[in-house]
């Protein structure tokens, strides 16, 4: 049983160019999420998702897109990559909302 | 919105018990997880109140008081092992989801 994978697991972008992270559970979860996780600021909410089809914005929403074609797959884009999502960027994926969140191994993003 | 305290570093050594607090601000109040990550890894569940009073889990066990807005995770029997970083996020309505705390790093010393 994978869990949350995450792809790719490192990735080094200049400024202005765009790319997608993948997350795959095989968990058949309702809910999934993308945090980033910063020096000193802990994990902060980008974007979620309570089912597929459906996706809502979280604390940090700026600067990406996200899309929930199907239920085992949550894509995180970055339109126009800039220095400042330079970041630890987690996924993860729950049964419902009040439940224990299962975290995939992380994508370390550099934008140079 | 919402906004979690706790303590940005705690050391201890093998054997002792450490308390970790969580005090937190928000609306629409679901419950309190805690969450350990050791460097460079993922984080890990460790365990979720949504009520008042003490939950045990093994060495660990964490606390809600819903009318202080306070919980704490206690870690008896430290081991090495435990070093790592810990984190209190409160599920509330706004969101559906976990808001984090900024993490408290545990260092336990033989």
């Known amino acids: 049983n994978a869990g949350v994978t995450q792809t790719p697991k490192f990735r080094v972008l200049k400024t202005g160019q765009s790319m997608t992270l993948l997350c795959a559970q095989d968990m058949n979860h309702e809910y999934m999420y993308w945090y980033r996780q910063d020096p000193g600021m802990g994990l902060r909410l980008i974007h979620y998702s309570v089912g597929e089809g459906t996706t809502a914005k979280g604390e940090v929403p700026d600067g990406y897109n996200v899309s929930r074609l199907k239920k085992q797959n949550f894509l995180l884009g970055l339109e126009s990559a800039a220095p400042s999502q330079t970041s630890v960027y987690f996924c993860?994926?729950?049964?419902?909302?009040?439940?224990?969140?299962?975290f995939g191994q992380g994508t370390r993003l550099t934008v140079v | 919105g919402q906004s979690l305290e706790q303590p940005s570093e705690v050391t201890a050594v093998e054997g002792a018990i450490v308390q970790i607090n969580c005090t937190y601000q928000?609306?629409?109040?679901?419950?309190l997880s805690w969450y350990q990550q050791h460097d460079g890894g993922a984080p890990t569940f460790l365990s979720y109140?949504?009520?008042?009073g003490l939950e045990e889990t093994g060495r660990f066990s964490s606390f809600l008081s819903r009318s202080d807005s306070y919980g704490y995770l206690l870690l008896q029997e430290l081991q090495m092992k435990d070093s790592a970083s810990y984190f209190c996020?409160?599920?509330?309505?706004?969101?559906?989801?976990?808001?984090f705390g900024k993490g408290t790093m545990l260092l336990v010393s033989p």
């Open positions: 928000t609306s629409g109040f679901y419950g």
């Open positions: 996020a409160v599920l509330h309505s706004g969101y559906s989801t976990l808001t």
């Open positions: 993860a994926s729950s049964p419902d909302m009040n439940t224990e969140a299962f």
């Open positions: 109140n949504a009520l008042d």
